[in-house]
């Protein structure tokens, strides 16, 4: 994040210009800074794989299962949106338990009321052909706390609390993004989970909200 690393450079100025214990303190925290941000990245690129690979259900979520894990773990607070992509995948690759075919289960299913039926998250690439993937809405801007500072999903327009992109603007992806079918308030729904937005990907915006701690644009596939 810009800021984050604005930061971190008035700290290896500080460090260089002969503080010692800001020194040590800056590489530690660049140490740690890179190490998850590699570990991140290389988590990412290797769960995206596996969602794309064309392999038995079973075998993909038992290759996830492992991966989102740590993902969830190591960078689920650094970077929420990816971390739904990747749980929802998850999820769609989990199978009906062995009870839940035995015989009697069938036969008791059989007679029972019909459950509501809940949807296979999809998470297909956004600007593909599937249904809901030439439209939805995303966080352009996020924050944990009314106090935390804003965190930007986007470039390509100065976003802020009173300044949202109008109609028309194109904005580039600055990571991985959920695409949702409306607008998340509190706990993401899963199931309004549409498809997924990669990082240098570029939208067109419909039009856009504040509300709570993210700021929301209704978009479309565009060009860069």
Not at 183 to 191: A, C, R, Y
Request: aromatic share 6%.
């Amino acid at each position: 994040m810009p800021f984050e690393n604005s930061i971190k450079a008035l700290q290896v100025a500080a460090a260089a210009l002969g503080i010692p214990a800001a020194a040590a303190g800056t590489y530690s925290a660049y140490q740690t800074f890179f190490s998850n941000d590699a570990t991140c990245q290389k988590l990412r690129t290797e769960i995206l794989a596996t969602m794309e690979r064309n392999v038995p259900v079973e075998s993909k979520h038992t290759l996830l299962r492992r991966d989102v894990a740590e993902f969830h773990k190591t960078c689920g607070k650094s970077d929420p949106e990816a971390t739904s992509i990747f749980q929802a995948a998850l999820r769609a690759t989990e199978q009906p338990t062995a009870a839940a075919t035995a015989p009697a289960a069938r036969n008791a299913a059989a007679h029972a009321d019909p459950a509501p039926h809940k949807a296979t998250t999809h998470v297909g690439l956004f600007g593909g052909s599937g249904p809901g993937e030439q439209q939805g809405w995303v966080a352009i801007s996020r924050r944990d706390s009314s106090t935390s500072p804003w965190v930007f999903n986007f470039t390509g327009y100065a976003i802020s609390e009173t300044s949202l992109p109008p109609a028309g603007t194109i904005l580039t992806a600055q990571r991985l993004l959920p695409v949702w079918s409306e607008i998340q308030i509190g706990p993401n729904d899963d199931s309004k989970l549409r498809s997924r937005l990669p990082k240098g990907a570029c939208v067109r915006v419909i039009g856009a909200r504040g509300i709570g701690n993210r700021l929301w644009a209704e978009i479309a596939p565009a060009a860069c």
